[in-house]
């Protein structure tokens, strides 16, 4: 078996916003069977505030929620207080030997974990947004673009999206 791997997933606008209010700026339904195709049966690691955005555990997948908050019990879903703690979860739980987790948001997660991702899958929204919650910068020199699908909506006023897959560039 491979070494586990730990990718981001995130939907962001040009503006590296990815939500406002808890909740995402925009609707768009091909971007969510996307996350659904990709997360389904691997763990996904969320903090708290996206699973509250969310509002249930998401079924067919380990959802495992990092929160400061002690005694914190939710059920359907493993509740844990680091980071840390999430990841070695992930990787003793890894049920599908897929060897992937996801994890899935909010901001200050995203933040704390890019450093120890390997991969990133990036809905990128190619129009500006107001937004709360963003995003980190990334140095695009760390990483490499893998895979680009464009796409937009059938009508004029659609946004235009691509899913890109970046992957950490190995230091040679």
Sequence with gaps: MTAHRF???????????????????????????HFKSLTMGHAIVMGRKTYESI????????????TRQQ?????????????????????EHDATDSGESFIIGGEELYRQTLAL??????TEIQSVFEGDAFFPEIDRT??????RQK????NAEDLEYH?????RQSAT
Excluded: T
């Design 142 to 147: 760390e990483w490499i673009e893998i895979e």
């Design 71 to 91: 005694h914190c019990k939710i059920p359907g879903a493993l509740v844990v207080s680091s980071i840390e703690s999430a990841l070695r979860v992930c990787e």
């Design 151 to 154: 796409r937009k909506g059938k």
């Design 7 to 33: 990718s981001l997933l995130v939907a962001m606008a040009k503006n590296r916003v990815i939500g406002i209010n808890n909740q995402l700026p925009w609707y768009l339904p091909d971007d969510l069977k």
């Design 55 to 66: 509002g249930r555990p998401l079924p067919g997948r380990m959802n495992v929620i990092v």
């Design 163 to 167: 899913f890109v897959i970046l992957d």
């Design 117 to 122: 991702s390997q991969r990133i899958y990036v």
